[in-house]
């Protein structure tokens, strides 16, 4: 940069300071300029509206847009028009536009600071103002009217308007009528508020039968209309010829004109007339040809010929014609050609509708058809130089030492859609240091963005010496589009480079016992500048203390000790890179050395002895355990393949992970201990190999339920009623496979102890008497006895304890049977004693009511009747020929009237609690007979062996009465119990076992039927019966 003074220093931060505080919204210019100028004109100074002091240099302009047809003067900022003239009717954003204010033509101007240091970039409009250069017409040189003859005077047709390109002034001023030709002309005149002109008197042939009428329409426009003022009579004159001229109000102006022919026909009495006099659509552009778009309806009241309408269009322009169809007939108006919004936003016109009578009769409609956007134009992106950057063919020549944010290029983003379908959004793609800013802060359209492609990074020509930027708009259309353009930034070079390694570290392997100085690797770097400062010299940081050593010029790294793998396997030091420039630069990179490994280590397990807990049950293929074995050695060497060393095969063992498999389900009660060896071996050459022990002991699992040796449930024991409390009546004794609290048994009664007689102890299963003994007791007891072992969940078993109240055991056939039927009686039912017992008593108290009731004078007669008829008998005797109604299993209740008299003096010898209890087994298939403690078998097979202690005569023999009064054949039972030696047996097979098993509290077996003892004895004890038996 030049030096400056004082005065230009001084004015620099004048300037400066201007823009600094000027407002965010860029001032926007606002011109006025005629068309169809000459060259070199003056439009306006842009230096001079901003308030500058153009004239040294420093600050530039630049015409960013707009030069088509202006300049700039680049140091005084002087705007003027260039060689291709403004005709303002052929400006395509000028099309349809009536506005003086709204044709205008875009421009915009960069000022740029000292070294493109700041730029900015504004805005302006040049308003192209309207000339008298075109002359309004007529649709046709020659045009047609039909009149009426008679018409009454005063009735007014519409004549065809002409067209000017013109607007304002400078369009369509006045209408003339001049009547036949050579005569003088009458120009319509008059109030140009009042809407209406006249003609001026004046002499002339047939002056008297027509005046022009000018009506201002609500569209602004100016309505021609002939009115008859004088008789016609087509016999007479069926013709006039008229001519009709037209003239703009420019300076001079423009006029042309048209012969009207008025021809005289027919009456027709009624003119057409349009439903409505505007009719307004909306029409998608694109629309394909043929397309209906509204239809025009107008009406005539006559008849005939008189009555057929017609459709024609008025005053439209050529566009209108060349885009649209009329239907002369049904006035369709339909799609000729398609119409583009974007060269075409409206169509204004105005059709006719005349009916056929002579003369014809019209009536005028106008139609504005709005083009609606659709979204088939892609933003255009145009990339244009800003400033002193200089561009050309999409090239950009950028310094790399240039600051951040300096702007390189002006982007000018629009869209010809219109709305949502305009509004373009867009952005630079892919990482490049470039970016978009918006070249102005003000409002602008929608459609129109202009932005500055700014640096946002610096650049780095040894980086990156070329960038390829890509600019993407996306319109916000449904669906919308998109395009892109690129430009090519060059970075120019300087020398700010290092050198640079091509790997940051770089890694080798290197076996272990090698020779000294041998070449360990060799490091490369380079230097993105050229001569002397590209020219590089390598050498080691001193950590690595005379161990490696580098060529400085070629970079080979070489070793100067042996290294041992064991010792260190790593060793990681630095090389440095200096160039040879004046201002040297350097870099480094790590290198990092891996000793490579030989197999001389074995494989070593954790644990010589690997010691596993597994429970039993478990499923298949399941893991047991895993051992977890290591090797010193690295790669190859270190790669372990495992095996199990057993003869059954049972175990086999995962590679990965060491988890050893069991192919089967362990049973702890058939062997609780495993012992095999698990080999590893390395995949060195040779191979080296190690082996460790396994120990798998298996853990108890609750899977077997307990099992009742002793009693079965066929058999049975005598207690005489006379026992003592706490008389030991029964040990149930269970056996359980499993170990440990699975294998702990819990005794308790759940069944067939009404009265409460009975107890057992939880822990031994010995069951007591807890009660005294009465009447009511006498007979067959079942007891349901419920062994539990300590598991979760527990397991059960459950088993049948038959207790005979009685003194003797005279009859054990009709004991055995009562058992057998026991066997077949559901759970739920209760046996217990006599269940006819209460009954009894309920009989003699209704007797000895029914006694003390009678009078003595009766008392005697009834006395002889009862002794009579009521003589002393055996009430449950057996009797031949007639049915026994009593239940044989009911025991028959003692005489206590006849009862012997005790000896009060003697005293009670003390007994054991076993000494009143008689054991019953029942008969083995080979007719021989066993008891719950293992006595010797007995030869007879009518009566189970016994043993009575303090059996007195006086006891009620119920053996005895079951003899004499049942002749029930004897049941043959069949005591053995299964074995528990089944596995995992749930329920053990009733009858003739003794044991029940299960897991819950409901206790019933089914059955196809119930037993008579059931029926009998439900509405003793209260019992629901399910229909469940014993099977």
């Not at 030069?67 to 028009?81: H, P, Q, R, W, Y």
């Not at 046709?140 to 390109?165: C, F, H």
């Not at 090698?514 to 080691?540: F, W």
Request: charged share 25%; aromatic share 6%.
């Amino acid at each position: 940069m030049r030096t400056t003074g004082a005065v230009d220093y001084l004015y620099y931060c004048m300037l400066i300071l201007q823009f600094v505080h000027q407002p965010a919204a860029k001032q926007v210019f606002r011109y006025r300029l005629a068309e169809e100028g000459q060259p070199d004109v003056r439009v306006g100074n842009v230096a001079a509206d901003l308030g500058i002091v153009a004239g040294s240099g420093e600050v530039t302009f630049t015409l960013e847009s707009g030069s088509d047809f202006f300049k700039i003067d680049n140091i005084t900022g002087e705007l003027a028009t260039n060689e291709r003239r403004i005709d303002r009717e052929k400006l395509q954003q000028c099309q349809m536009i009536f506005d003086e204010n709204e044709c205008f033509i875009d421009f915009e101007v960069s000022v740029i600071g000292p070294a493109q240091s700041w730029v900015d970039l504004f805005e302006g409009k040049v308003i192209i103002s309207d000339i008298n250069d075109n002359t309004p017409s007529f649709p046709s040189p020659v045009l047609t009217l039909s009149v009426e003859e008679n018409r009454p005077i005063g009735t007014l047709y519409l004549l065809p308007t002409a067209t000017d390109r013109d607007f304002g002034r400078n369009g369509i001023e006045r209408y003339e009528l001049i009547q036949d030709a050579g005569e003088s002309s009458r120009r319509a005149s008059g109030d140009p508020y009042s809407g209406k002109r006249r003609f001026d008197e004046g002499a002339g042939r047939g002056g008297g039968v027509f005046e022009l009428q000018v009506a201002d329409t609500t569209d602004g426009e100016k309505q021609p209309q002939l009115i008859i003022k004088g008789a016609l009579d087509r016999e007479q004159r069926d013709s006039y010829e008229l001519t009709l001229r037209v003239r703009d109000g420019g300076d001079p102006p423009r006029s042309s004109q048209a012969i009207l022919r008025v021809m005289i026909t027919d009456v027709n009495d009624n003119s057409p007339r349009f439903e409505k006099s505007v009719y307004e659509a909306d029409l998608l552009e694109n629309s394909s040809p043929g397309a209906p778009i509204l239809q025009l309806k107008a009406a005539d009241a006559d008849v005939g010929v008189n009555g057929q309408i017609e459709y024609v269009f008025g005053a439209a322009t050529e566009s209108v014609r060349r885009l649209l169809r009329l239907d002369e007939s049904t006035g369709w108006l339909s799609v000729l050609h398609r119409i583009d919004r974007e060269e075409v936003s409206q169509l204004r016109f105005t059709v006719m509708a005349r009916d056929r009578g002579q003369p014809p009769k019209m009536d005028k409609a106008t139609v504005v058809l709005n083009i609606k956007d659709e979204n088939d134009n892609v933003p255009a992106i145009e990339i244009r130089k800003i400033g002193r950057i200089f561009l050309k063919d999409g090239v950009a020549n950028v310094a790399e030492d240039v600051v951040v944010d300096t702007p390189i290029a002006l982007v000018q983003v629009s869209d010809r859609d219109q709305g949502e379908n305009g509004i373009v959004t867009c952005t630079v793609v892919g990482d490049v240091p470039f970016q978009l800013k918006p070249a102005s802060e003000m409002e602008g359209e929608q459609n129109k963005k202009k932005y500055f492609l700014h640096t946002s990074a610096l650049l780095d020509y040894e980086a990156v010496q070329e960038y390829n930027v890509v600019i993407v708009a996306v319109d916000s259309g449904s669906p919308s589009l998109a395009s892109n353009n690129s430009l090519v930034v060059k970075v120019a070079d300087t020398n700010d480079n290092a050198p640079v390694f091509g790997l940051n570290v770089v890694e080798v392997s290197f076996s272990e016992n090698n020779a000294p100085g041998e070449r360990v690797t060799t490091v490369s770097a380079s230097d993105a500048d050229s001569g002397k400062n590209a020219e590089i010299s390598y050498s080691l940081d001193p950590s690595v203390n005379g161990i490696f050593s580098v060529d400085a010029d070629s970079g080979d790294i070489r070793v100067n000790a042996i290294l041992d793998r064991e010792q260190s396997e790593r060793y990681e030091f630095k090389v440095i890179a200096r160039d040879k420039g004046v201002n040297t630069l350097q870099g480094s990179a790590t290198v990092v050395v891996l000793v490579a490994d030989k197999n001389d280590n074995e494989p070593k397990f954790m644990q010589d002895v690997f010691t596993f807990y597994v429970k039993e049950n478990l499923e298949p293929n399941s893991p047991v355990g895993m051992v977890t074995v290591i090797d010193a050695d690295k790669g190859q060497n270190a790669e372990m393949s495992l095996y199990v060393e057993e003869e059954e095969e049972i175990f086999s063992i995962e590679n990965d992970t060491g988890t050893i498999f069991s192919t089967l389900s362990f049973d702890r009660e058939q062997k609780t201990t495993y012992t095999f060896r698990v080999k590893a071996v390395d995949g060195g050459d040779p191979p080296r190999s190690a082996t460790a022990t396994v120990s798998l002991f298996v853990m108890d699992d609750n899977d077997n339920a307990p099992g009742v040796t002793f009693p079965i449930n066929s058999s049975y024991t005598l207690l005489p009623p006379s026992s003592n409390i706490r008389t030991v009546v029964r040990t149930v004794i269970a056996t359980d496979s499993d170990t440990g609290i699975n294998a702990d048994l819990n005794y308790s009664i759940v069944g067939g102890n009404p009265f409460r007689l009975f107890e057992i102890d939880g822990g031994t299963g010995v069951i007591s008497l807890v009660a005294k003994l009465e009447q009511k007791h006498y007979g067959l007891h079942r007891l349901v006895v419920r062994v539990n072992d300590s598991g979760q969940p527990s397991q059960s078993s459950t088993a049948l304890v038959h207790v005979y109240v009685n003194e003797t055991l005279s009859n054990s056939t009709v004991v055995e049977a009562q058992v057998a039927r026991s066997l077949s009686t559901s759970l739920n039912t209760n046996i217990a004693g006599d269940p006819n017992y209460d009954l009894s008593k309920q009989r003699l108290s209704i007797v000895i009511g029914v006694v003390s009731g009678i009078v003595t004078v009766i008392l005697i007669i009834l006395v002889v009747v009862t002794a009579r008829y009521c003589r002393p008998k055996n009430k449950n005797g057996y009797e031949a020929g007639k049915k026994d109604h009593e239940d044989f299993f009911t025991p028959q209740p003692h005489d206590k009237s006849k009862k012997p008299k005790k000896d009060k003096r003697k005293q009670k010898s003390k007994q054991p609690l076993y000494s009143s209890i008689v054991t019953v087994e029942a008969s083995k298939p080979n007719g021989q007979r066993y008891d719950g403690v293992n006595e010797k078998l007995s030869d007879s097979p009518g009566m189970g062996r016994y043993r009575s202690v303090n059996g007195g005569p006086g006891s009620p023999d119920l053996a005895r009465h079951y003899k004499s009064s049942s002749p029930l054949p004897t049941v043959q039972l069949h005591p053995q119990s299964p074995t528990a030696g089944k596995k995992h047996q749930a329920v053990q097979d009733l009858p003739p076992a003794n044991t029940f098993v299960g897991t819950g509290d409901n206790i019933s077996l089914g059955s196809d039927h119930c037993s008579d003892y059931s029926s009998q004895t439900i509405n003793k004890y209260n019992k629901q019966i399910h229909g469940l038996c014993l099977t």
